[in-house]
C-alpha cells in the first residue's frame, strides 16, 4: 500500500471536480464519499441534492474564517493505493484506513475536535484519495510536517493488519519519475525512453568509464548531449547540466536536466568524489591484465561486504554499479539487452542513505575503467568469469540491504541477479562444453586423483558436486591448475572458504569459474576490436566545450 501526498494548492473545488469527474481516461466509477471530518458532509456522487459547491464550501468554512491568516496552498491531497495483487476492501476498511492516515500525518488526530476538515473520496477498487484544508478549528495551521514518512510508516502496520501485501519501502534515495508530461512527449516522438531517462544512461555509463571531471564532460558530450558547466567565481565547478539536441521546449531551447535530477548520485559533487578519489589514489603495481584485476576485484566483493564496515561495502557497491554500465560496451551483441537491462534495475540497489566511502573499492573502479581502454577479450571464458562473479556479488548485495532493511535495494538486487543469470548461461555455454570435454578426456587415474582431492578438501559438498553435470569440466579445471603449479586441494578449500555457495544453482561451475580466477587459468588472449566499440561513447579529439559565464548566468536565470 502506497501514499501519494501532492504539493499543496489552494483550490478546493479544482480537487474536487477531478475527483467526482471521469478521470483522464474515463476510468473513474462510481464516485463518492466513504468517510468526513463529522460524517455529515454531503457527497455529491450518491446524494442528488448534493453539489461539488456545497462540499467544497464545507471544507473551505475555517479557511475563511481565517482569513488573510489561512495558508495561501491551503489543500491538503493524498492517495492511498493498494497492491494489484490485495484483496477487494470494503468503503468501511478504507474508511477505517482514511482515519488512521489523517492521525498519523497530524492533519486530523484523533479525538481531536479541532482537527482539520476533512473527506475521503472512492472512485476505483483499488485506492482512495483524502482533500483537507488545512486550517484547524482554532484557526491555526496543523502540525503535519514529515507526513509522507508519517504516513508511509503507519502503511506498513496497516500492511500487516490486514493482511495484504508488504510493499517494499523507500529510503528517499530514489530517481525522480520521469513527469506525466515527459512520458506523453516521448510517445509522441516515438521514443521509448523519456529524456531524462536517455540522459541518466548516458550520464552513469561516461562516470563509469571517465577517469577525470574533465573526461567526464568530455564523455557526456561525446555521446551526443548537450552539457553546460557552471562555475563558481572563483573558477571552480559548480555544477552541470544536460540536454538532448533534439529535446526543446516550446520556445525551442534545449529542456536542461541537472545531474541530481537524473539521480542523487549523479549530481557534480558526488560524481567529482568518486573520480577524485579515483585519480588521488596510489598507482598499482601490478602487470595483470584489466579483465583479470577486474574479475579478481569483483570476486572478492562478497567478502568485502561481509567484513568491511557500511560504508566500505556501499563503496563495493556503487563499484559494481559502474561494472555494470560499463559492460554493454564491450561485451558481444547478443548479451547486450540483458547486461543493459541488468545495469538499468541495478542502478536502484547501488544508492542507499550510507555514504560510501570511495577510497575503499579503488582497486575495483580502476580496472572497470581500464578495461574499457584495452582490447576486448576474445576468450568467451573470461567474460563468463567476470559474469559469474558479477552474479555472486549482486546476489551478495541482496542479502548486504536485506540485512539493512533496504528493501527497495534488495528487490532491485535480485531482478538484477535474473538478467545477470541470463546473460551468464548464453556466455557461459561454450567454454564449458569445452571444459566438460576436456575433463572427459582426462586419465582414469588422474580423474580418480581429483575425485580423492575433492572429497578431501570439502566433503561437505563433494556428493553434490560430483552428481552435477559440470564435474568434468571441474576436474579437467583441477588438473589444470595443478599442471600449472597450484595445489589443488588448497584452491578448492579458499574456494569455498571464502564465501557461501549456496545460492549457486550449480556448485561445480560456480567452483571450476572461482578456480579459474584464483589461479589465473583463464587466457588474456584479446580481439583487435576497440575497446570502446560504440561510436557514441568513444572519447572525443577536441575538448568539451562549457559554457561561456554570460551564457551560464543566463540560462541560470531562466
Not at 468517510?35 to 453539489?51: E, I, L, N
Not at 475563511?64 to 489561512?70: C, F, L, S
Not at 482539520?116 to 495551521?141: E, F, M, N, S
Request: one cysteine or more; a positive charge; charged letters at 25%.
Amino acid at each position: 500500500m502506497i501514499a501519494n501526498i501532492v504539493k499543496p494548492g489552494h483550490k478546493t473545488r479544482g480537487v474536487l471536480n477531478y475527483l467526482y469527474g471521469p478521470g483522464r481516461a474515463n476510468e473513474h466509477t462510481d464516485p463518492h464519499l466513504i468517510a468526513s471530518f463529522d460524517g455529515f458532509a454531503p457527497d455529491p456522487g450518491r446524494d442528488p441534492d448534493a453539489t461539488l459547491a456545497q462540499l467544497a464550501d464545507v471544507l473551505d468554512l475555517r479557511v475563511k474564517q481565517a482569513g488573510h491568516k489561512a495558508p495561501k496552498n491551503h489543500v491538503w491531497h493524498c492517495s492511498i493505493r493498494a497492491a494489484p495483487e490485495d484483496r477487494h476492501m470494503s468503503d468501511e476498511e478504507w474508511a477505517a484506513i482514511a482515519r488512521r492516515v489523517l492521525d498519523a500525518t497530524g492533519i486530523a488526530p484523533a479525538s481531536d475536535p479541532d482537527a482539520c476538515r476533512w473527506v475521503a473520496v472512492r472512485h476505483a477498487d483499488d485506492h482512495i484519495h483524502i482533500v483537507a484544508t488545512k486550517v484547524r478549528g482554532d484557526l491555526r495551521p496543523p502540525r503535519n510536517w514529515n507526513d509522507f514518512l508519517r504516513a508511509d510508516k503507519e502503511l506498513v502496520v496497516i500492511e500487516k493488519d490486514y493482511g495484504l501485501r508488504q510493499v517494499p519501502r523507500g529510503d528517499r534515495t530514489v530517481t525522480k519519475r520521469p513527469t506525466r508530461a515527459e512520458q506523453e512527449k516521448a510517445r509522441r516522438t516515438g521514443n521509448t525512453r523519456t529524456s531524462r531517462e536517455h540522459l541518466r544512461t548516458i550520464v552513469r555509463t561516461a562516470v563509469s568509464a571517465a577517469t577525470t571531471t574533465e573526461e567526464f564532460f568530455r564523455l557526456v558530450e561525446g555521446a551526443g548531449a548537450l552539457i553546460d558547466v557552471q562555475y563558481f567565481p572563483s573558477g571552480d565547478v559548480r555544477g552541470y547540466k544536460v540536454a538532448l539536441d533534439d529535446d526543446t521546449n516550446a520556445q525551442g531551447e534545449p529542456v536542461w536536466f541537472s545531474g541530481s535530477t537524473l539521480a542523487p548520485d549523479l549530481s557534480y559533487p558526488k560524481i567529482a568524489s568518486r573520480l577524485t578519489a579515483t585519480e588521488t589514489a596510489p598507482a598499482e603495481q601490478t602487470d595483470a591484465p584489466a579483465w583479470r584485476r577486474l574479475s579478481i576485484g569483483i570476486d572478492q566483493t562478497p567478502d568485502q561486504l561481509t567484513h568491511d564496515e557500511d560504508e566500505a561495502g556501499q563503496a563495493h557497491i556503487a563499484v559494481l554499479a559502474e561494472a555494470l554500465d560499463a559492460l554493454p560496451l564491450v561485451a558481444p551483441a547478443s548479451l547486450r539487452p540483458q547486461l543493459v537491462q541488468a545495469a538499468t534495475v541495478f542502478e536502484r540497489a547501488a544508492r542507499s542513505r550510507i555514504r560510501a566511502q570511495h577510497q575503499a573499492a579503488q582497486s575495483t573502479r580502476r580496472a572497470v575503467k581500464a578495461i574499457l581502454r584495452e582490447p576486448a577479450p576474445k576468450d568467451g571464458a573470461l567474460l563468463a568469469a567476470v559474469l559469474d562473479a558479477l552474479l555472486l556479488a549482486v546476489i551478495a548485495t541482496q542479502h548486504w540491504h536485506r540485512t539493512r532493511n533496504h528493501t527497495q535495494q534488495a528487490e532491485a538486487a535480485r531482478q538484477t541477479a535474473a538478467h545477470l543469470r541470463a546473460a551468464y548461461q548464453a556466455q557461459a555455454t561454450e567454454p564449458l562444453a569445452a571444459l566438460r570435454q576436456r575433463g572427459t578426456r582426462l586419465a582414469e587415474s588422474l580423474r580418480r586423483r581429483q575425485e580423492f582431492t575433492l572429497r578431501r578438501a570439502i566433503p561437505e559438498l563433494a556428493e553434490q558436486v560430483l552428481a552435477e553435470p559440470g564435474w568434468p569440466a571441474l576436474a579437467g579445471t583441477l588438473a589444470r591448475a595443478e599442471a600449472a603449479g597450484h595445489k589443488p586441494a588448497a584452491l578448492l578449500t579458499e574456494a569455498t572458504a571464502r564465501r557461501e555457495t549456496d545460492t549457486a544453482t550449480s556448485v561445480s561451475e560456480v567452483l571450476t569459474w572461482r578456480l579459474h580466477r584464483l589461479a589465473d587459468l583463464t587466457a588474456a588472449t584479446t580481439g583487435r576490436a576497440p575497446a570502446l566499440p560504440s561510436a557514441a561513447y568513444r572519447l572525443p579529439p577536441t575538448a568539451y566545450r562549457p559554457s561561456n559565464t554570460a551564457t551560464s548566468q543566463q540560462r541560470r536565470t531562466r
